[in-house]
């Protein structure tokens, strides 16, 4: 079993959904990052939670230490949205990041 | 204020080659990570450098190295590649003290 989980792996969605990416980790972390990577691979940072709740433009993103636990949601959803996002953890400052598999979203007019 | 920058962009090697990847990291920032992504995989972590010494490793065999040089820069050598070596290869940049990254675009690998 993967350390960090997400779900799911494949979206599709029409131009102004509500839009919902899940990750589940196992393991103790100091930070959880959101990351978005388009089709010419680089990774560009979303998000980084410790606690609580961020929200940026349309994105926003919360966790939930206890349950271990975070969801990236994405409000009136665009084309221009389309890529894969990803969930990692780390375990302290400088640590190393450990992925999930990433979700593929497409976005359709 | 330039971020990551990773050169070449792609590569294309032979098997038994050997291939050096370079990574620019961000201004102010000390510390570069090196990340190895197969297609349709998350990245996965290779080694970690700071203060011009290897910090933290993966589980990559020893044809993996790397160096950091006192301007912060870095560089990825992989020797003997294998079929199994072609990925996307990703750098990381970021402060010792601190949880947030800058990543290059990548240098695609191909091994044929």
């Known amino acids: 079993k993967n350390e960090v989980e997400q779900s799911p792996q494949n979206l599709t969605a029409q131009e102004g959904e509500f839009i919902t990416i899940n990750c589940s980790y196992s393991v103790g972390i100091s930070a959880l990052h959101w990351l978005q990577q388009h089709p010419g691979g680089g990774i560009v940072s979303l998000f980084m939670?410790?606690?609580g709740k961020k929200k940026h433009g349309r994105l926003i993103a919360t966790i939930n230490i206890q349950e271990k636990h975070s969801s990236l949601h994405i409000t009136a959803s665009h084309p221009r949205d389309s890529a894969v996002y990803i969930c990692a953890v780390s375990g302290g400052t400088a640590s190393k990041l450990t992925f999930g598999t990433g979700t593929r979203l497409q976005v359709t007019l | 204020d330039a971020g990551v920058t990773q050169s070449p962009t792609h590569l294309i090697k032979t098997r038994g080659q050997q291939v050096t990847l370079r990574c620019s990291p961000k201004s102010g920032h000390d510390t570069v990570s090196w990340y190895q992504q197969a297609l349709g995989q998350g990245p996965q972590f290779i080694f970690q450098?700071?203060?011009?010494?290897?910090?933290q490793r993966g589980n990559f065999p020893d044809r993996f190295s790397g160096h950091q040089f006192p301007n912060y820069s870095s560089e990825l050598n992989v020797n003997a590649l294998l079929l199994g070596d072609s990925a996307l290869y990703l750098c990381?940049?970021?402060?010792?003290?601190?949880?947030?990254?800058?990543f290059g675009s990548g240098t695609r690998l191909t091994v044929v």
């Open positions: 990381a940049s970021s402060l010792v003290s601190d949880y947030g990254y800058t």
């Open positions: 450098y700071y203060e011009e010494e290897e910090r």
């Open positions: 939670l410790s606690s």
